[in-house]
């Protein structure tokens, strides 16, 4: 790790401005992700600006109305027994138990892993199926219009994640084929059918450019929101990821087995 | 690890008060390795700060150490420390408490695990300077030295649960949580909840074995 200068502001607008200041600065979470990046040296922020100071701010889960709001900084473990998350989207909560290890869950934190956008990360999958909104210090930005690519999102310069609304789908299902080792998706799919009965079925850790929808599952769905529908429907290899641990075939294969898996979990 | 784990007597307490004392002062010997190798200077910077007496030394060129107050086990800690220093690094080599093991140091093993205010956390994956002001419990915190074992330590010992032993503070951690969290009320639960502390001796049967045993005597 190299070094860099510490920094634990007491207000958004402070911890904004330090990144606007520094432009190879970065904001932590939980930490979770960036400390093993900058461990191997994948990242080399001059100034780490630790968030912890804004968590009580920025932690806690409510309902309101049709949707759940979710703090940026409240932790995976928090979101997974969430009785209010529970009742709303048990999906989402059910999402949160199955990221990373418990001891991630305990410090790990939903706004991080938006604001980082791993390719193989859970909460894209969510986000871009339920149509959530990422609120920041400065706007609100749609799932649609957020996740750009690798890592990459449409948040600006010093641009902070505050929260994460969630509107309350009719049904919706996630299920992930973990890698064994880092618990990350290989393939995790989640599909959703929204109040206005609009169907998404998203997908994550295959995507060469990070999450994405998988349209032929979508409209498979929105004629019968059915497993059995998803039976003649298959997801192409194309685009999708090849590495030590799945080729694009395999990958593209797993798609489809998830996909049923989270329908009948939708549905059950 | 048996006779290890067994004895709770006058040794474990002289061997805690000894490394308490000598914490401190543990930065002399180190001082002449890390002097001699520049590229180190980053851990050498903590050491001159606790060495104020050593004005020769003049720290690296990097950030000062930062001055922090940590809690582990009840008792306060004042360190002057390299910012970039993990808890995991304090504990073990500042504070001299190495019952935490680092094991990968990447987050994917486990042998860290320690609480902090109640909640298991990996301390090789957690900054020093990000714990003050929080209540940091490690293995050596379970329980007294003129105490019996906390339930946990003692069921690792009735089951044999590991055979090296250098992932077992980090599975006793994890186990705490595991039934605290409730999630130890079956042996799937158990196995899913405890997958983040790897054993490379697969004394797995053993530990799900442990935690079951612990399970009922920490909530009757």
């Known amino acids: 790790m190299y070094a860099f200068n510490y920094h634990r502001p007491a207000s958004l607008a402070e911890a904004s401005a330090v990144l606007v200041a520094n432009a ?5 979470a939980g930490g979770q992700t960036l400390l093993p990046a900058m461990k191997l040296r994948l990242a080399n922020p001059s100034d780490l600006v630790d968030l912890v100071a804004l968590r009580a701010e920025l932690s806690g889960i409510r309902r309101e109305g049709d949707r759940v709001v979710i703090g940026a900084m409240t932790r995976h473990g928090e ?24 001891a991630v869950r305990s410090r790990g934190t939903m706004g991080g892993s938006l604001a980082n956008n791993d390719p193989a990360a859970d909460y894209p999958a969510a986000a871009l199926a339920l149509g959530a909104t990422i609120v920041t210090d400065r706007r609100e930005i749609a799932a649609d219009h957020y996740f750009l690519g690798l890592f990459e999102t449409a948040l600006e310069e010093g641009e902070i994640i505050t929260a994460i609304a969630w509107p309350i789908p009719k049904r919706a299902g ?58 003649g429907v298959a997801a192409s290899p194309e685009g999708l990821n090849t590495d030590i641990h799945a080729d694009a075939e395999y990958r593209a294969h797993l798609v489809g087995v998830m996909a049923r898996r989270a329908v009948a979990a939708a549905t059950a | ?55 020769n030394l003049s720290p690296p060129d990097l950030q000062a150490p930062v001055d922090m107050r940590l809690s582990i086990n009840g008792s306060p800690h004042r360190l002057g420390l390299d910012v970039r220093t993990t808890l995991l690094d304090a504990l073990r080599e500042h504070i001299g408490l190495t019952g935490s093991k680092k094991g990968c140091d990447h987050g994917q093993c486990g042998a860290c695990t320690v609480h902090v205010d109640g909640r298991r956390t990996l301390a090789c994956l957690t900054l020093a300077v990000a714990v003050q002001g929080r209540e940091v419990t ?14 946990m330590q003692q069921a690792f010992v009735d089951h044999d649960a590991f055979q090296c032993g250098y992932c ?33 001796c697969a004394a797995y049967p053993n530990i799900v074995a442990a935690v079951r045993q612990a399970k009922t005597r920490m909530e009757g």
Request: charged letters at 15%; a negative charge.
């Open chain 1, 79 to 102: 979101i997974a027994t969430s009785d209010v998350l529970l009742a709303a989207i048990p999906a989402l909560a059910g999402m949160a138990a199955i990221v990373g290890d418990p």
């Open chain 2, 1 to 55: 690890m048996a006779n290890h784990h067994g004895d709770d007597g006058p040794a474990s307490v002289s061997r805690r008060r000894f490394l308490g004392a000598t914490a401190s002062t543990a930065a002399l010997p180190l001082m002449a390795s890390t002097a001699a190798l520049p590229l180190m200077g980053g851990a050498a910077a903590a050491e001159v700060a606790l060495l104020a007496a050593a004005p």
């Open chain 1, 174 to 231: 996630y299920e992930k084929f973990r890698n064994p080792a880092s618990r990350y998706a290989m393939v995790g799919v989640f599909v959703a059918e929204r109040a206005d009965g609009a169907v998404r079925v998203t997908v994550t850790g295959a995507g060469a450019s990070g999450v994405f929808r998988a349209t032929d599952f979508e409209t498979a769905l929105t004629a019968d929101f059915s497993s059995a529908a998803l039976a």
């Open chain 2, 168 to 200: 077992t503070p980090g599975q006793i951690m994890s186990a705490i949580g595991c039934v605290k969290e409730g999630h130890a009320d079956n042996d799937d639960a158990i196995r899913e909840y405890m997958s983040g502390n790897l054993c490379r």
């Open chain 2, 138 to 151: 490690t293995i050596e915190g379970l329980a007294r030295a003129d105490a019996p074992l906390h339930p």
């Open chain 1, 24 to 28: 190879d600065a970065k904001f932590m």
